[in-house]
């Protein structure tokens, strides 16, 4: 959210007067900054939902995703790291 909250804010608030190559932004005028940024924003967000999306279907075909429900129901603390996370009931 961080570096998606920078673009946008870059075509808000840049300006010509701090980067002399650059283009200035919502503020002084230039809305069509802002829409490339936007833009920008949205084609990063849909290829990197894209690309997780397919490494998940590739990781579930190799070596799967989810564990036993025999594992759920003991715990996964106890069934994957073979200890108790928080004291408490024993038994």
């Known amino acids: 959210m961080g570096g998606a909250w920078g673009a946008i804010a870059t075509g808000i608030f840049a300006s010509v007067a701090i980067n002399s190559a650059g283009a200035d932004g919502l503020l002084l005028g230039n809305g069509v900054q802002l829409a ?3 833009v920008s924003v ?9 690309v997780t999306w397919i490494l998940g279907k590739v990781v579930d075909s190799v070596i799967g995703l989810r564990v036993k429900e025999e594992e759920e129901a003991v715990g996964l603390d106890i069934s994957q790291h073979g200890e108790r ?4 009931i024993s038994g």
């Open 42 to 50: 949205v084609t990063v967000l849909f290829y990197a939902f894209v």
């Open 36 to 38: 490339k940024q936007a």
């Open 85 to 88: 996370a928080y004291g408490g």
